[in-house]
């Protein structure tokens, strides 16, 4: 069938080709001027549209889905603020090598700063944050520009998903009619008996124009060089901060093995949690290392480095003291060294090199007892959290992840928001042979939009989603909520409501009496219950553990989404944060004595 008008026809072979490249879902806010792109979507049987009020929560959940599926996700709107809106995920997205796709409708040239509403000059509007940006023509159907906007659909497609995966922007200005108003004379000017086939793409359905992936395992030679060379150096250790290569836990921790070194994993790498080798893998890294005296004397020969920049800040102070240390950085995107430590940086994959290094070492724990001196540290810390914890009946928000431990199902998605959460994580998520997907937003670490991305990941993955996230995250974004009921996503939202920003009570800013609430503290007096009566969700407030653990059990047995609201007290959570490390220091350094 021939599209009614040339916007319909150029915006048609778009959509179709970024179908024929691989999309399969794009999220779609109201607006006219980006009418040709919403209905060429909404027409489209193999691109699924989720619809969303709000563009900055649609950039998110947008944002959400490419992380939890790993491919590209489109988001489309309108002109104006609109497309502003969206510059938060496009951020996040760059920042944690994100495949994007923002389609972003704008006014024709000629209204552009000549005080016509609605339009701001949109080219190139995110900047260095777009891997790739591109305004395109105004749309003709005419066999060169609909050969040109098909090739360039595999190309944007490709280049969010290829090599360091990132945003596209694509810019695309329409003049009316808007509307899928029948315009026979925009086809009269092509006699081209090509131009039936550009709009109806290949028959075969294979894409205009092919981009295959390569399947060369890059880094293989690279890890199999380094093994002979650290064969002869036992005092190591392996840092995995966050990332999602496929089977990099089994290939890192097989290396850890030969090597005999330990693996301090955060929880965002996936390396913590599975059913891979789990021997040598380290969990409460935060709480010991916070011991000066402690590390002093676990100055390694070598750091081999993985991964985003980990969440723990007393693993990165630990780190600074090491600068004699012999530091690999083996990266496959990003530059991840903000205390430029790094002596060798290796572009390669990461699950590939370590495969090439397993091949070629053989052996195993040396004698110097370095590998079991981190694994005593590692128990000592573990039994001293879990008594801390076990005699603790209040509403603890660093208990939270060690309770939530052991309600979550095989194969859900722990997903944790910014500032204190995900630092909880790290701290309390215990080692386990449990498959549970940690995530969160630490490509730029913002506390917006954490409702919207972890929601995109539920509803593109259909596993089990608990968010765990403060007060000011969910206020920040309870436009999010809506997408909840509206797609019948299966998510449990843990909000810790401790009245304002906990994570400052930490900083030195806390000193200061006079200025702190004020400033930075910023209590707000919300509850959340009529927000989840507004948005139709299910509500609980808990003040015990048995509370936490029943309403948690019945929030993932629901195929709903619920919120539990845990109150908090943000003076008394730094004090219990303070008692665990205090217990944790006192017997790591009595399991040194022994």
Request: hydrophobic share 40%; proline share 7%; charged share 20%.
């Amino acid at each position: 069938m021939r599209p009614e008008n040339r916007n319909y026809a150029f915006a048609g072979a778009l959509v179709d080709e970024l179908a024929r490249s691989g999309l399969r879902h794009v999220c779609i806010c109201p607006g006219s001027r980006s009418s040709p792109l919403a209905i060429s979507f909404a027409r489209h049987e193999d691109v699924k549209t989720w619809i969303h009020l709000d563009e900055r929560s649609a950039g998110f959940f947008a944002l959400g889905m490419a992380k939890g599926l790993g491919e590209p996700v489109a988001v489309v709107c309108t002109s104006g603020t609109a497309a502003a809106n969206l510059l938060p995920a496009i951020v996040e997205a760059r920042q944690s090598f994100t495949p994007l796709l923002a389609l972003t409708s704008d006014r024709p040239p000629e209204l552009v700063e000549w005080g016509a509403n609605q339009t701001i000059v949109q080219s190139r509007m995110y900047g260095v944050h777009a891997k790739w940006a591109v305004d395109l023509p105004l749309p003709e159907a005419t066999p060169d520009l609909l050969r040109y906007v098909r090739a360039l659909g595999c190309r944007a497609y490709a280049t969010a998903a290829g090599g360091v995966p990132g945003p596209v922007h694509i810019n695309l200005p329409f003049r009316e009619p808007l509307a899928p108003e029948q315009a026979p004379e925009d086809f009269s000017t092509s006699s081209d008996e090509e131009a039936p086939h550009i709009l109806a793409g290949h028959p075969d359905g294979r894409p205009f124009t092919s981009i295959p992936r390569s399947s060369n395992p890059a880094g293989r030679d690279l890890g199999e060089r380094l093994s002979a060379e650290l064969s002869g150096e036992e005092r190591g250790i392996i840092v995995c901060g966050p990332q999602r290569a496929q089977g990099f836990p089994h290939e890192v921790t097989k290396a850890a093995r030969a090597l005999g070194y330990p693996v301090l994993a955060d929880p965002l790498s996936q390396v913590r949690c599975g059913t891979h080798g789990l021997e040598s893998v380290i969990e409460n890294y935060d709480l010991f290392l916070r011991d000066t005296e402690l590390t002093d004397r676990l100055r390694p020969e070598v750091v081999l480095r993985f991964g985003a920049t980990p969440t723990s800040r007393a693993l990165g102070q630990y780190l600074e003291t090491c600068r004699a240390s012999r530091h690999i950085l083996v990266r496959d995107g990003g530059w991840h060294d903000p205390s430029h430590l790094a002596t060798d940086v290796l572009e390669a994959d990461p699950t590939e090199f370590c495969v090439g290094l397993t091949s070629e070492v053989g052996k195993g724990p040396g004698g110097t007892g370095w590998l079991e001196r981190w694994l005593s540290l590692r128990d000592s810390a573990r039994e001293a959290v879990k008594e801390s914890l076990g005699g603790m009946d209040e509403l603890f928000e660093g208990k939270v992840f060690s309770q939530l431990w052991g309600l979550l199902p095989e194969g859900s998605i722990l997903f944790a928001g910014n500032s204190m959460p995900v630092r909880d994580m790290d701290g309390f998520l215990p080692v386990g042979d449990k498959s549970v997907r940690c995530m969160a937003n630490r490509g730029a670490s913002g506390i917006d939009g954490v409702v919207s991305t972890a929601l995109g990941v539920g509803a593109g993955t259909g596993d089990p989603l608990v968010l765990v996230l403060g007060d000011l995250s969910l206020y920040h974004d309870m436009n999010g909520l809506l997408a909840a009921n509206r797609y019948d996503i299966n998510a449990t939202i843990i909000v810790v409501n401790n009245d304002g920003g906990g994570i400052f009570s930490f900083l030195p800013q806390a000193g200061y009496s006079d200025l702190f609430e004020e400033i930075f503290g910023t209590p707000h007096g919300l509850k959340f219950g009529p927000a989840a009566e507004m948005y139709g969700l299910e509500y609980s407030r808990v003040t015990s553990w048995g509370e936490f653990e029943e309403t948690v059990s019945r929030g993932l047995a629901s195929p709903s989404t619920a919120i539990i609201e845990i109150p908090g007290d943000r003076a008394r959570n730094v004090e219990l944060h303070q008692q665990v490390w205090t217990r944790v220091a006192e017997a790591v350094r009595a399991a040194e004595k022994r």
